[in-house]
């Protein structure tokens, strides 16, 4: 155990400035894989290993790909921030998943739901904001003549 020690302090420096980067995805894979199970129970699919397998391998080869990116953009481009460009787009597919794993269990998608809020409270912000900046504008021009 000795041995392993100075190698041990040596990997937890190299990660430690990304350790929030890859525990978010880590967060994302599992929160992927209870919603993924969820919707299997709800279809009457049984978790399998396999699947269980694909998770595991997804969490390990998505955090070495961050891993390699912070590499990269700390010792051989400092110009191009990869890690938060790969890390994005790791999230934006772990997002996208859990949604349609939303919209198997519940038969709601997400995202159209949430652009039909935004648009209803905007129609009616809208509208409140109109009304509200042309009552001002008559008080101030009522104001400005006396």
Do not use: C
């Not at 290993?49 to 891993?67: A, D, P, Q």
């Not at 509208?127 to 001002?136: K, M, P, R, S």
């Amino acid at each position: 155990m000795e041995k392993f020690k100075p190698y041990l302090f040596w990997l937890f420096t190299l990660i430690a400035p990304i350790i929030s980067v890859m525990l978010t995805v880590g967060f994302l894979i599992v929160v992927d894989f209870i919603t993924e199970s969820y919707a299997g129970i709800k279809k009457n699919i049984p978790i399998s290993s396999e699947r269980i397998g694909n998770t595991i391998s997804k969490f390990f080869i998505y955090n070495l790909v961050v891993l390699s990116a912070f590499l990269m953009e700390k010792y051989i481009v400092n110009e191009i921030p990869f890690m938060r460009i790969i890390a994005g787009f790791i999230a934006i597919a772990e997002i996208k998943s859990i949604m349609e794993n939303f919209n198997n269990i519940y038969g709601i998608d997400p995202f159209k739901a949430l652009i039909n809020l935004i648009k209803k409270k905007a129609h009616i912000n809208f509208e409140d904001t109109i009304e509200h900046l042309v009552n001002n504008s008559e008080q101030d021009q009522k104001n400005q003549k006396k």
